[in-house]
């Protein structure tokens, strides 16, 4: 299909389809294909040397940090340009690492970017961009705690002269235990509505009273870490507030409304690699007296899926050029979040199938990429929580009053903050 990509946003997109199959593909086979000669340990430790290896080979390719501004060693691409960009990279996890568009260090990128000091980007943007520290996204809360719904945030942010004092409990913080740096949300007004009395704050990674309690075991994503972090009286001094105080969420939607299309676009891409693998092994693997690709059901099933992919890819470009035009996008990347997470967790369902024992082993990725979709429809807000957005949208619900949102800046009075938590991204 053709979209209407700018001619740079197809250069690059052309430039990335040929470094991951070119460059990553045959290393990622090399790795993956030898699961039973090592232990867990072990394969991680290669795949972050593979990572390091690969990131060198994607600055040759000209297709590190597309989406970095070029300050701080990117491509310094528009946001729309990205999308196809994000899509190939999608085709292999080593390569959305090797080319620095990974979550969370990519999305807090962003928000450094948009919401950061000099001073904050001088000392956290740029060696993130390097690649020379690590980061994590500390919002979601246990059980009762925030989560799709971002007002029960109970971590808490006092002042205590020159200095904030934070307090609380998260967990599903992606690469938490690994971070040199987290943002973290916590409620710095209890007096206020939390959509307007939250802020975000930086915290290095190992001051004192930040405790990783655990990386909690889950489904998908080998090999990346999403842990639980009890936060007990830690102090950062009050310039490691990040942006205006109370105004964190209004940040963290700025953040999420883009983290979310290009999450899109990445996991579009295994769906896209999906379908390569299974029309490949459709024409090779014969049953009955013919070719798989020759029987008209699985050729209908393929071709549902190639329709469905161009709706989701469509709609996520519709949402980014509101956004894009707008700066709120909330319903439509809303929709786009719901629509693609299913649709791609279909096709890849189809794949999957159409490749019998072959699909569930692990020889083939489609058994990783699948895991990893099912996630999809639970991190960066719950399909619920997005619904409940298109819905409130849809009846002309209000939740927040204009006057409630006045004093915070950059903030919209109709923007939906309901799915702004599960931050396992």
């Known amino acids: 299909m ?17 470094f991951i199959d070119e460059v990553v593909l045959p290393q990622e086979r090399e790795l993956l294909g030898q699961r ?30 597309p989406q970095i501004p070029e300050k701080y060693g990117g491509l310094g691409l528009d946001f729309g340009d ?10 292999s996890i080593f390569a959305m690492s090797a080319m620095h568009v990974a979550a969370p260090d990519e999305g807090n990128m962003h928000i450094l970017e948009e919401a950061g000091t000099e001073k904050q980007k001088e000392e956290f943007l740029r060696p993130l961009a390097n690649c020379e520290v690590t980061s994590g996204f500390s919002m979601t809360e246990p059980m009762n705690g925030a989560g799709s719904d971002a007002k029960k945030i109970k971590t808490t942010a006092k002042k205590d002269g020159d200095e904030w004092v934070i307090d609380g409990h998260k967990w599903w913080t992606t690469q938490g235990s690994d971070a040199d740096f987290l943002i973290v949300a916590a409620r710095t007004d209890l007096d206020a509505h939390p959509y307007v009395g939250t802020s975000l704050f930086v915290v290095p990674g190992d001051a004192n009273g930040v405790d990783v309690a655990r990386d909690i075991p889950h489904m998908g994503e080998a090999g990346i870490a999403h842990s639980e972090i009890i936060y007990d009286g ?133 058994a990783d990429f699948y895991e990893n979709v099912r996630c999809f429809r639970i991190i960066d807000g719950a399909d619920e929580a997005h619904l409940r957005s298109v819905a409130k949208r849809a009846f002309d619900d209000e939740e927040i009053k204009p006057e409630e949102v006045e004093h915070v800046t950059r903030f919209r009075a109709d923007t939906d903050l ?8």
């Open 2 to 18: 053709r979209y209407q990509d700018s001619e740079r946003a197809r250069e690059v997109s052309d430039r990335t389809r040929r």
């Open 36 to 65: 039973d000669e090592r232990s867990d340990a072990d394969r991680h430790a290669e795949g972050e040397r593979l990572v390091e290896e690969l990131r060198e080979e994607a600055r040759k390719h000209d297709v590190f940090g």
């Open 82 to 91: 990205l999308l196809p960009v994000f899509e190939q990279a999608g085709r």
């Open 234 to 366: 830690v102090r950062v001094p009050e310039e490691n507030l990040l942006g205006a105080e109370n105004g964190g969420l209004a940040i963290a939607q700025q953040r999420l409304v883009p983290a979310r299309l290009t999450h899109c676009m990445r996991f579009m891409g295994m769906a896209d690699r999906s379908l390569d693998v299974a029309k490949a092994y459709m024409d090779e693997r014969t049953a009955y007296g013919e070719r798989l690709s020759e029987k008209q059901n699985a050729r209908f099933e393929i071709a549902d899926a190639e329709m469905r992919l161009h709706s989701a890819r469509t709609m996520v470009r519709h949402a980014a050029r509101t956004y894009a035009e707008t700066g709120d996008a909330s319903t439509e990347c809303a929709m786009s979040k719901v629509f693609a997470a299913e649709t791609v967790q279909e096709v890849i369902d189809t794949c999957v199938q159409a490749c019998g024992g072959n699909g569930i082993g692990k020889d083939l990725p489609l």
């Open 418 to 425: 309901t799915s702004v938590g599960e931050d396992a991204s």
